[in-house]
């Protein structure tokens, strides 16, 4: 019998597979944080004073609602085919299997969102340091958001009309994130420094690792009742 | 009759705690009513009216007791949800069920009577005060509860479900609240700040609790309402309801 470790590896490496194969679903999302990112300037206008300030809102706004976006397709393929009925009744930790299954969708839908948005942070004119800060902070955010939204997508599975109710469900709980993601690249900008701000995000990436994937599992058993 | 079945444990079984909560409701609703009277007596003639702020402070007995029970109402709801996942009881979702459309009520009220409030004290129907913030947040978090808890058709999944997310909710809120307070200190710095009254009269304090304890009383008389009318929905199947039904008619 394989280890846990080895399982959740296993569970990474599917879901990587599996993202790569569909390759189309990832690059929506993508293509969809950059359309709204760059409607932004086209609503409020071409001076790049204003923009500037309101380019790190404006990224990470779109960051969540991108990361929102994907949620759907995070348990939704395995619940259709059974795979997560397997994983349920699998001798290993649910809630250890679900860490996996969220760090490979982060890899696949939040990652590349990180690498992205230091291309249209220069479209904000943001300064190139404020880029560095601005990917940090997405790099220890975005985590926390794909961890906290696979409860929702988790307690909204099978359900109609679940894609809008995972928007209501999951968008209040990622204010704390928001606010000091997008605090960080401002408080650089402003010459105060980012690094409080970073290790906030730090500490609720901690905090969400430990205590989402057993919120989620729980979530997972009483959708599959 | 066992004793097991005499203790206070038995009602709760929805059959037995419905004629209960039936029984119950105005013993809450007549203070209710009363409190609220005497309350509003208090809060618009006996009070003084504020030295700076005139007349228009008033409505701050509506709004900080209405502020107070949205808060109270979640923790009392995540209280009920955390029963019904752990200990199972049915009737502890019920009311948890219950309970959330009062406490999104109360929190609706406390954003509509901030914003009354503030149109005359600071000139602006709306500010990105910590507090009004996050307040705005719990209203989320209430809907969100009920949105999720009508969506699904199974009750029991429904009641477990709305628990878990319940549960979530009362963890987040006050990282959230703290959240909002240092984004806000960090963006507004010198302006409108929620300026609390540096020392409030005995009149005043007395009318506050008396408001606070009268909108208790009445979320006991609404939560008592709609868990009978949810038990007799649920158990519409069951002997005892039908009996009921039939000695109505």
Known sequence: MTGPLQAVGWVVRRDLTLALRRRADVLTSLFFFVIVVSLFPLGVGPEMATLRTMGPGVVWV????????????????????????????????????????????????????????P??????????????????????????????????????????????LLALLVLPLYVPVLIFGAGAV??????????????????????????????????????LD | MTSESTSWTRYAAPAAFYPLAGRLIPWF???AAVLTAVGLYMALWAVPSDFRQGDAYRIMYIHVPAAWMSMWLYVVMAVYAALGLVVRTRLSSMMA???????????FLALWTGSFWGRPMWGTWWVWDARLTSELVLLFLYLGVIAL?????????????????????????????????????????????MGAAPTMGKSMLWAI??????????????????????ILERERHAEWAQRLVDNRS
Do not use: C
Not at chain 1, 63 to 74: H, V
Not at chain 1, 76 to 99: F, I, K, N, R
Not at chain 1, 126 to 154: D, F
């Open chain 1, 119 to 164: 291309f249209l942070g220069l479209q904000f004119g943001l300064a190139a340091s404020s880029l560095k800060v601005l990917m940090a902070a997405l790099l220890l955010g975005t985590p926390t958001l794909s961890l906290l939204g696979a409860i929702g997508a988790a307690l909204t599975l099978g359900l109609r009309g679940g894609g809008v």
């Open chain 2, 97 to 107: 069920q219950a309970i959330a459309p009062t406490g999104a009520l109360f929190t």
């Open chain 1, 186 to 223: 401002e408080s650089h900008a402003a010459g105060l420094g980012a690094q409080g701000h970073l290790s906030l995000l730090a500490a609720f990436l901690v905090l969400a690792a430990v205590f989402t994937p057993w919120a989620t599992a729980v979530a997972l058993r009483i959708s």
């Open chain 1, 62 to 117: 779109a960051a969540l609602l991108a990361s929102m976006l994907s949620l759907g397709r995070l348990f939704a393929l395995d619940y259709l085919d059974g795979t997560l009925e397997q994983m349920l009744v699998a001798p290993y930790p649910l809630a250890l299997l679900v860490l996996g299954k969220v760090g490979a969708h982060w890899l696949a839908s939040g990652l590349p969102l990180v690498l992205i948005a």
């Open chain 2, 29 to 31: 609703a007549v203070p």
């Open chain 2, 149 to 193: 808890m009508a969506a699904i058709d199974d009750p029991r999944r429904a009641d477990r479900a709305g628990g878990v997310l319940a549960l979530v909710g009362v963890i987040n809120v006050p990282i959230i609240y703290f959240s909002v307070k240092w984004w806000n200190t960090l963006h507004q710095g010198a302006s409108i700040r």
């Open chain 2, 209 to 230: 609790l008396v408001m606070t304890l009268a909108f208790w009383m009445y979320s006991f008389v609404t939560s008592f309402v709609r868990v009978r009318a949810i």
